[in-house]
């Protein structure tokens, strides 16, 4: 993990097109200012997950909407 230190207005450059600016801090809380192209996915650490997850339940339970019930009558 590369670890940096950085203060209000100062950023990071991620490959070519990303910039991460420090926005803000007050007690433990750091405010971000992301500026990525849209085909760029950005999201907090829980909503990733939560997304990751879903994706995961969305794998293991396929639609049956071409299932047809078996026939009652024998």
């Known amino acids: 993990m ?12 991620i490959g070519d097109n990303v910039k991460i600016t420090v926005l803000g801090v007050k007690g433990n809380q750091v405010r971000l200012g992301i500026d990525a192209p849209k085909e760029v996915s950005v999201h907090r650490e829980e909503i990733y997950e939560r997304i990751q997850q879903e994706k995961n339940q969305g794998d293991r339970n396929p639609v049956l909407a071409d299932v047809k019930p078996a026939d009652s009558e024998a």
């Open 2 to 13: 590369l670890i940096l230190t950085r203060r209000i207005s100062e950023s990071v450059i």
